[in-house]
C-alpha cells in the first residue's frame, strides 16, 4: 500500500488545534501507513518525493515525546504542512467554491481537533491537492490557521477513479454514532468523570439536550432492542418521548410500528393524550368511589340521567339523589375528563321522568357509536396539531439549515397568504391571543409589542421571513378548528371554507417537510376519515422478540373488525341536557 509521512495514531496538538488520526487510514505500531482506496498498479510512490514533502511539512519535533495535558490526554507533536501549499480537488462532488464554514464543525474542531487532510502531489512539487478534507478546509481557513495536519498519498495524483471516488468512500465510512450509541458514550463519560459542559461541548447543537441524552442511555433493555430494531432514524428527542412509556409495553410497541412508517411524532402525541386521560379517569374515579359512588365508564342499560328527573322542587340533583341505591356516576363520552350521576333503577326507586324525556328512546347501538367515534377522531385531529405545531417550531427555529428549494417554497407561500389575504390571514389579525400564538411558533417567552419589535431589530434577513411566515403559520392553524375533519356534518360556507383553508395549509407544510398523519391526509386528500380505537400493537416488544426467534413460523392472520364505525358519523359531540352542566362533575 502506498507509504505515508509518520502520523502518530494519537490525538496530538499544534499552534493550539488539537489533531486527531484520521479513521479511515490504517495503521502499524501507532504511526499511519495506508489509505484505504482501490486496488491500483501504480509503482511505488517515489521517495525522493516523499522526502519533499516532509521538508514543506513542519516538523513539531525530532523526536516526540509524550506528555499529558490538562485533560489526562497524550500529546504527541506531528508533521504539518502549510496551508498556502494545499489546493481543493477540482473533481471532488463538494463545491470548489469556499464555503461558509459549518459553525459545528468549527466547534467540533476547536474542541477535538482535526482529522489529517489526506493529500497527494500535483505538477507543482511545492503545492499539493486535497483529497479528502474539504470541509476542513473550510473551517482551516475560517480560523485563520498557518498549517493543518496531513497523510500523503503520491499515487492518488495519478488516479483519475480515485479523484472522483475518494470522497464517495470516505463520506460513506464516516458515519455518524446513532442516538442510542451516542447516549451509551455520553452516559459512559459522565460515569468516567466527565462534566455536564463537557458533555455539552462534545454533543454539540443537536436535536434534545444532554439531560435527555443521558436519560435515553438508561432506557429498559426492551425498549432498547426495540428501538434499535427499527430502521427508523431516531433521535435524542424522540427516544426522550419513547422512554415516556417504558412501562407501557403495548405503547412502546405502537410507537415504533409508527415510527417505522414515520409518524411517531404524531403517535407520541396520541399516546399522551390517552395516557393523561387515563390518569384522569383514575383520579376521578377513586374520589368518587371512596365516598361509596359506582363509577361506570359508559351508560349501563336502563340508566337515566338525574337531570330527566323530577326533585322535589326541579330536577333531581346529586346531592339529593345520593342517599338512592341506584346513585352511580357515568363517565362521559365527549369533551373534557368528567362524570355525569345516574340512577340505574329510576322507576324501581320510585322516580319520576320530566314529561318531556318520558317518550324518549334510549340511545341506539349505533348512535353510540358514532359518538365513540367522534371523541377518537377529535383526539386524532388534536394529537395531530400538537405534532404539527412541534414540527413547525423546529422549521422556524432551524431555518439557517434549510435547503434553498424549501425556504423559496416558504418565502413564496408567505408572502402571496400575505397578498391575497385568504380568510384565515385576513381574519387573525382580530383573533383571541394573536400574539400568544405567533410567540409560541417563533419559540418567544413573551408576546408584546416590545419583545416583537426586539425580534425583529436584532433578526438577520432569513430570521425576518420566518418572523413573516410564523405569523401566516399562526393564522392557518388558528382556522384548522376541531370540527375541520369531520364531514358527516350538513354543509355550511363556513365550514366547507374552513377545510379547503385546511388542505391549503397541510398541502404545504407535506411539501416542505411535514409527515402527515392519517387524517391530515384525508383532509388534503378531502375524504372522510373513519377514526378507529386506540388498537394494541401488532405485537407486543416480548411477542416481537419470540418471533424473531422463530422466523419459520408462520404468521397469525385475522378477520378484518366488523365493527368498524361506518362513515355516517351523525352523533353531537356537546350534550344536548340543558341543565347538563349542574348535574356534571369534572376533574380538570
Not at 104 to 118: H, M, R, T
Request: with cysteine; glycine share 6%.
Amino acid at each position: 500500500m502506498p507509504g505515508l509521512s509518520g502520523v502518530r495514531n494519537s490525538r496530538a496538538q499544534r499552534g493550539g488545534i488539537p489533531v486527531r488520526a484520521h479513521p479511515l487510514i490504517s495503521t502499524t505500531e501507532g504511526f499511519i501507513m495506508s489509505i484505504s482506496m482501490p486496488e491500483t498498479d501504480l509503482a511505488a510512490p517515489d521517495a525522493a518525493l516523499v522526502a519533499e514533502i516532509d521538508a514543506i511539512g513542519a516538523d513539531a519535533g525530532a523526536e516526540a515525546q509524550s506528555r499529558h495535558d490538562a485533560a489526562g490526554l497524550e500529546i504527541i507533536p506531528i508533521r504539518t504542512i502549510p496551508l498556502s501549499a494545499l489546493i481543493r480537488n477540482p473533481s471532488n462532488p463538494r463545491s470548489q467554491v469556499r464555503q461558509k464554514a459549518d459553525p459545528d464543525l468549527v466547534a467540533s474542531v476547536k474542541e477535538n481537533g482535526f482529522d489529517p487532510f489526506i493529500i497527494t502531489k500535483t505538477d507543482d512539487p511545492s503545492i499539493f491537492m486535497i483529497m479528502d478534507g474539504h470541509r476542513r478546509m473550510d473551517v482551516a481557513e475560517h480560523l485563520k490557521l498557518k498549517d493543518v495536519p496531513y497523510a500523503f498519498d503520491p499515487s492518488l495524483a495519478d488516479d483519475p477513479v480515485a479523484h472522483h471516488l475518494i470522497a464517495v468512500i470516505t463520506s460513506q465510512h464516516k458515519k455518524p454514532l446513532t442516538a442510542l450509541e451516542t447516549a451509551g458514550a455520553l452516559f459512559q463519560a459522565a460515569a468516567a468523570g466527565a462534566s455536564k459542559s463537557t458533555l455539552s461541548k462534545a454533543y454539540g447543537k443537536k436535536n434534545g439536550s444532554v439531560a435527555q441524552a443521558l436519560k435515553v442511555a438508561k432506557l429498559p433493555e426492551t425498549t432498547r432492542s426495540a428501538a434499535a430494531a427499527c430502521t427508523y432514524e431516531w433521535d435524542i428527542t424522540e427516544l426522550a418521548a419513547l422512554d415516556e412509556f417504558a412501562d407501557d409495553e403495548e405503547a412502546t410497541a405502537r410507537l415504533v410500528e409508527a415510527a417505522e412508517e414515520n409518524r411517531f411524532a404524531f403517535r407520541v402525541e396520541r399516546e399522551r393524550i390517552e395516557r393523561a386521560e387515563r390518569e384522569q379517569r383514575a383520579a376521578i374515579r377513586a374520589e368518587h368511589e371512596a365516598t361509596g359512588v359506582a363509577v361506570f365508564d359508559e351508560e349501563p342499560d336502563g340508566a337515566v340521567r338525574l337531570s330527566r328527573l323530577r326533585g322535589d322542587s326541579g330536577s333531581m340533583s346529586a346531592e339529593l339523589h345520593a342517599a338512592c341505591p341506584g346513585h352511580a356516576a357515568v363517565f362521559e363520552s365527549y369533551g373534557t375528563v368528567r362524570v355525569s350521576f345516574y340512577c340505574l333503577d329510576a322507576e324501581g326507586n320510585g322516580h319520576e321522568l320530566w314529561q318531556s324525556y318520558s317518550s324518549q328512546q334510549a340511545a341506539k347501538p349505533q348512535d353510540k357509536a358514532a359518538k365513540r367515534a367522534v371523541v377518537v377522531g377529535n383526539k386524532d385531529f388534536t394529537a395531530a396539531q400538537s405534532a404539527r405545531a412541534a414540527w413547525l417550531r423546529g422549521l422556524i427555529s432551524g431555518a439557517g439549515k434549510l435547503e434553498k428549494d424549501k425556504l423559496d417554497r416558504i418565502s413564496r407561500f408567505t408572502t402571496l397568504a400575505t397578498l391575497n389575504a385568504p380568510d384565515p390571514v385576513r381574519k387573525f389579525p382580530s383573533a383571541m391571543k394573536r400574539a400568544e400564538l405567533q410567540a409560541e411558533l417563533l419559540g418567544m417567552a413573551e408576546s408584546s409589542p416590545e419583545d416583537f419589535e426586539q425580534a425583529v431589530a436584532s433578526a438577520s434577513p432569513r430570521r425576518l421571513m420566518m418572523l413573516q411566515f410564523a405569523t401566516v403559520a399562526a393564522a392557518y392553524e388558528k382556522a384548522a378548528t376541531k370540527d375541520t375533519w369531520r364531514t358527516d356534518q350538513p354543509p355550511s360556507e363556513y365550514t366547507g371554507a374552513d377545510r379547503r383553508h385546511a388542505r391549503t395549509w397541510l398541502t404545504f407544510c407535506r411539501e416542505v417537510g411535514h409527515n402527515l398523519s392519517p387524517i391530515e391526509e384525508a383532509i388534503v386528500a378531502d375524504e372522510t376519515y373513519v377514526p378507529t380505537p386506540l388498537a394494541a400493537a401488532s405485537c407486543t416488544l416480548a411477542a416481537a422478540q419470540e418471533a424473531e426467534d422463530t422466523e419459520d413460523e408462520a404468521d397469525p392472520s385475522g378477520d378484518e373488525d366488523d365493527d368498524e364505525v361506518s362513515n355516517g358519523l351523525v352523533a353531537e359531540d356537546e350534550p344536548t341536557d340543558p341543565e347538563f352542566d349542574e348535574q356534571g362533575s369534572s376533574q380538570q
